[in-house]
């Protein structure tokens, strides 16, 4: 009897790690799928780039010191980083809703500096001015993202 009391204590202090939650983990799916999301609005905004070029010429490019190319780069860079983010968090997103704020607010970061550096002067000479405003931006984006997106989520599975 005393034999098998052993072997119950020894189950129970095991040094065995406990077992972790995978559930929470993004997968390398989870991650392209909001890279994809990403790039798609990308495409959007580029989209819509290319009619004012159509539109409107270079003038409104030239006038803000951004040239159509960086602005389509900007938007790809911008956007698909914003994907990567909310595509590597949204599993925890989705379970705990401080922390999709949390992550609304930083995908929606480079999304709102790239759109802004795109339709504004070159970003390496931005003073405070222009950066308290895309600052306060990203914070409104990614709260008005996360409430949408709460309302009517992307189906990721």
Sequence with gaps: ???????KL??????????????????TQDIARG???GFFFAIGFSVIALLIFAVEGPRPFQRNDTPLGLVISLYLIGFTVAGL??????????????????VGITAATP?????????????????TGDWVPAS??????GILGVRMFRKDPIKWD
């Design 111 to 127: 999304m709102t500096f790239a759109t802004t550096a795109a339709v504004t002067h070159n970003a390496l000479l931005w003073q």
């Design 85 to 102: 983010i909310a595509g590597t968090f949204h599993r925890l997103a989705g379970r705990y809703p401080w922390i999709a704020y949390l």
């Design 1 to 7: 009897m005393a034999h098998n009391n052993r072997k």
């Design 35 to 37: 890279a994809r999301i």
């Design 10 to 27: 020894h189950a129970v202090t095991s040094d065995d790690p406990p077992a972790i939650n995978t559930s929470l983990r993004p997968t």
């Design 136 to 141: 306060i931006l990203s914070i409104v984006y």
